[in-house]
């Protein structure tokens, strides 16, 4: 498939604008907004019959936090300084962190708070202190990643960062993709629907300057003087590119996705010289709490081993069960802290009355899991927990019978999954080639970028939204301020 | 960087042949070699002042096998049906494994053999039993990998298939090269050094029908009527490359390669199109043998928990302790077996009369050491491991004081790593663009490519030497069937 088109080749353009943004869910609209707000002409192209794409089907909660903290923070009186932000982002992406991009985001991220409420997303001043993967109880600010587990704790004071809208609980996504498209209609974008950008138009110096776009079977073309913004998301629905990029995650994903994340936004910017990075990584969900309560259970191998304090992030616990040996994955908990997990399906492999009979029953290594039960009871007793330093609220002794053993095998669960990897962009949202220099016309955003989630490892609950919509922003911005070319 | 150049913009061709090849390592020699044999007019333009390539500085083991056996595997009594040495290759690799690719192999590495001793390398009727990772009694045939050890050795019949040259020892690849070379030269291939393929030359339909090369600080622009092959290494000299492609494995890799493995090939063929995968990748080696002994001592994390079969090959264990925790591998090990490791430089941690004493003076979780040890030794001493099934030739309980605990920290150790990503090439050699169609005229072999060995965790000596040369082979064979073009 060709998806560069000479400019020499096109006889003559349908529709003329200053920006094209291709993709309307948070990234698009965030983009297409800002860059009308600058004086450009904007048109979006979504592939979909409406706007909304990923974010619309998230909860909308956005990591936000610095310069003393946000509004909802400091209203709530959690303090939380710029470096603090940093310092825990770089440690949740480690070797993987753009740090660049991190620096950007720390610096605008309360900012970009008022800049949503004053979009018209509302955000009502309460914390909800439970461990939920998306408080339910109306309130806006809630932990959602590994701020108060080893090793983030001992990294960064840990503090609130989840800023969700209000009352809306898992549909946040409905309350701001509405508020953002009311916005994108009055500034007066425009918006084609069921169009996708099948192909980008380069002139002869290299530069990106308009689309060929497919509707209804007809291809239109169209002029950019300013250039493209790709936000098309990621390639977790490209069941080819997941195939190639992500083989070991593809056998096992529930994929995580709206339709439309098909990778047509990377195709694009490859084939434009963009290179791809960072797509073997994805986000692995396994949502073992709420209820809460199941944080007091320990995971198991195959081997009868712990491998992770229990208290993380989901997605910590996602990265750190593809990584064993087997995909065999267990839960042992004990009859006093017993529930089944709200969101998944997961199967009893043994029940008894005794840690032996458990292990027998489920044909673990002979006396491997008695042994870790006993070690981690008999420090567990003393609110410690020498192996993975689970946080001392989570400890105590799993010594009330009957015992189960809960299935957490990956290929029966199968996690939820959405990729992490894509177009290498600065943090301004300008595409670059292997050698790092700028394609020029050429901007992109969301997932259709590596951006700052890097691995599952340091994964939070609402860090893609909250990079999407930020970063979308930039590259609005940033491309509103190029001249309009005559060609 | 401008990689593609169109046709129409050269003026006129300063040279012309059938075919080019970009790279005289294994790969390129091989493909070379093959393509003027088939009658085409070959020239390999090598950016070294010689021949060689990461094949020369290798002991150019080569994992071979299947139909029936080899011959040199059959002259010594082993038996290996393609099925097997397929079903072995499946297993290494798993999700990631290329099944065209791997099936094409099997079919043929019996008669790769063949191949190499007609070329003129000498190969010794002699079985190496021992566990070393090059054998140094120059015999010609061994076991490399991981197919004795759990769970290998229940998917598929352990069978030895390291391929060495006679009495090479560690230069095997010497005595490769200089085969190779001989042969080259006799049949006529052109050769230039000190030249580097800048740039690729593309026709108007897009196929690539030359090539810019560099040499002495001028362009020469030579067309290529059937072709260009680019077999030029991987990138694990190219640190911005490495730093983008395995952050992490960067900060602790010894980077093992020639200098020229800077990803030439990989972004003239992403320029013209194609498309890479598995770049994440690595074989990340620890040697924790020779001496073959300290098989018997086990592996533990900074958890003081076991974490692999500890009769595995040296990449294997390479690939699990880098998905630890924390970089913090160390062997635990009794006096009666204790040595210091032929290929590392390792560090005594601690040494103690008893197990705790060494716990406490290493640092480890209180009791965590002890309790592992124990475990281990209860189920040596009846010649099972039922955690990690390491064969029971190498169980023993570790019970004679003095006992030690050396370090094997990774950012310490620094393991040896190379990549094993590339572009996406079909069995043939001919890359592919990311919907998998055909790049006309585009070639590639060796590291350039996404092989055979996709990871480090099913990795075996010789599986990367084999395989550049295989598949260099099948990539000059198809080349020379190929048309000549008349522009």
Chains 1, 2 share one sequence.
């Not at 199941?294 to 992030?313: A, M």
Request: with cysteine; net charge negative.
């Amino acid at each position: 498939m060709q998806r560069i088109v000479k400019l020499d080749d096109i006889k003559q353009f349908d529709l003329t604008t200053d920006v094209i943004v291709a993709g309307y869910g948070g990234a698009g609209g965030c983009s297409a907004l800002e860059a009308r707000r600058a004086g450009s002409e904007v048109l979006i192209l979504e592939r979909a019959s409406g706007a909304g794409g990923s974010t619309m089907m998230s909860a909308c909660e956005m990591y936000l936090g610095g310069n003393g903290g946000t509004k909802l923070q400091r209203d709530l009186g959690f303090e939380d300084s710029t470096e603090n932000f940093y310092n825990y982002l770089m440690a949740c992406f480690g070797d993987h962190a753009d740090e660049s991009r991190v620096r950007m985001f720390v610096d605008g991220a309360a900012e970009h708070f008022d800049w949503m409420e004053a979009l018209g997303v509302r955000y009502k001043r309460g914390f909800f202190p439970g461990r939920d993967v998306v408080a339910l109880t109306g309130d806006s600010l809630q932990f959602t990643g590994n701020e108060k587990s080893y090793p983030f704790s001992e990294i960064a004071a840990p503090v609130p960062r989840g800023h969700l809208p209000a009352d809306a609980g898992h549909e946040g996504g409905l309350r701001v993709m509405a508020a953002l498209t009311a916005r994108v209609a009055e500034a007066g974008v425009k918006v084609q629907y069921d169009t996708r950008v099948k192909q980008l138009i380069q002139d002869e110096s290299g530069r990106i300057c308009g689309v060929v776009a497919r509707s209804s079977g007809t291809d239109t073309y169209i002029r950019a003087r300013q250039g493209v913004v790709l936000c098309t998301g990621g390639f977790i629905m490209n069941e080819a590119m997941t195939r190639r990029h992500i083989p070991h995650l593809d056998a096992i994903a529930t994929r995580h996705g709206n339709p439309g994340d098909v990778g047509d936004g990377i195709l694009l910017g490859v084939a434009a010289g963009g290179q791809t990075i960072n797509m073997s990584e994805a986000f692995v969900g396994i949502a073992h709490y709420p209820p809460e309560q199941l944080t007091f259970g320990i995971f198991v191998n195959e081997q009868g081993q712990r491998f992770i304090n229990e208290d993380i992030y989901l997605a910590r616990l996602g990265h750190y069960a593809t990584l064993q040996a087997s995909d065999k994955i267990y839960m042992f908990i004990d009859n006093k802290h017993f529930e089944r997990p709200a969101y998944m399906k997961t199967e009893l492999v043994a029940v008894g009355e005794t840690v032996a009979e458990v292990e027998r029953e489920a044909g673990l290594p002979e006396g491997a899991l008695q042994q870790t039960v006993a070690y981690y009871n008999k420090f567990a007793a003393e609110g410690s927990d020498p192996l993975f330093h689970k946080a001392s609220e989570w400890l105590q002794p799993l010594e009330t019978a009957p015992f189960a053993l809960v299935s957490y095998r990956l290929s029966e669960i199968k996690p939820f999954v959405f990729t992490l990897g894509g177009l290498e962009v600065l943090p301004t949202g300008e595409v670059v080639n292997p050698d790092r220099e700028v394609i020029p016309g050429l901007y992109a955003a969301g997932r259709t970028v590596a951006g700052i989630p890097r691995t599952s490892k340091g994964y939070a609950s609402g860090m893609s939204v909250a990079d999407v919509t930020f970063f979308g922003r930039v590259a609005g911005r940033q491309i509103a301020r190029q001249p309009r070319s005559a060609n």
